[in-house]
């Protein structure tokens, strides 16, 4: 029963995870919310049955789930750190196993509701107050590489960003050009609106946010 509920519990906040197409998804939240309770109950378990410390095993967990919160979090670029909100959600993860392995299952569920409302909400709020910047992808197409650049500079210089992660494909119609933009909601609304408004791209695509929290 205990197993069970630490699967439904670390599989919730997962799904929520897996939604945002975050690293750590539903698998990983959910595997690391049933460990900890079965690490949980054969720290007591075995310890009664062989007479030692009744905390041993369980109290290895918190530096076992560090090590792998240290390698979701990725430095891809610069002073730019991503995942540590997955590695947190990690963290708390493996504390609601536990809870429901030492058979605190009021507050395991208490503290999964938070965590998914906390997800949610926060994350939300983030967004539309502005307070974090995001790295979303953009598509546009058009006749001559040099012009697209030249245009889409223009059009970041509005908000003093650069384009980052540049790639150009050529096709027989047209050419295709992607590439990243790190601002707020505010300013990846602007940008969008003024890629839209070009007459020398043709065609732009809003590809959505590619940074992983």
């Known amino acids: 029963?205990?197993?069970g509920l630490a699967a439904i519990l670390g599989?919730?906040?997962g799904l929520?995870?897996?939604?945002?197409h975050r690293p750590a998804g539903l698998r990983t939240n959910l595997f690391i919310c049933l460990g900890a309770a079965m690490f949980t109950l054969l720290s007591d378990q075995l310890a009664v049955k062989y007479i030692g410390d009744h905390t041993r095993i369980a109290a290895q967990i918190i530096p076992g789930i560090g090590f792998i919160g240290a390698g979701?979090?990725?430095h891809s670029r610069d002073d730019l750190v991503t995942g540590?909100?997955?590695?947190?959600?990690?963290f708390v993860v493996a504390s609601v196993g536990m809870a429901v392995g030492g058979g605190l299952y009021l507050t395991a569920i208490f503290s999964t509701v938070l965590i998914i409302v906390c997800l949610f909400l926060l994350g939300n709020a983030e967004g539309r107050l502005n307070?974090?910047?995001q790295l979303h992808g953009y598509e546009v197409t058009g006749q001559n590489s040099e012009d697209m650049t030249a245009e889409i500079?223009?059009?970041l210089e509005m908000i003093h960003a650069m384009p980052l992660d540049v790639q150009i494909a050529a096709t027989k119609q047209h050419i295709r050009l992607q590439f990243d933009v790190e601002a707020n909601r505010r300013?990846?609304?602007e940008v969008l609106r003024g890629l839209r408004a070009s007459t020398i791209l043709e065609k732009v695509t809003a590809l959505g946010q590619v940074q992983p929290e």
Request: glycine share 4%.
């Open 187 to 189: 300013c990846q609304d």
């Open 72 to 74: 979701s979090i990725i």
């Open 1 to 3: 029963m205990r197993l």
């Open 131 to 133: 307070l974090k910047l």
């Open 11 to 13: 599989g919730s906040i």
């Open 84 to 90: 540590i909100t997955s590695a947190a959600t990690l």
């Open 153 to 155: 500079n223009r059009v």
């Open 16 to 20: 929520e995870r897996e939604i945002k």
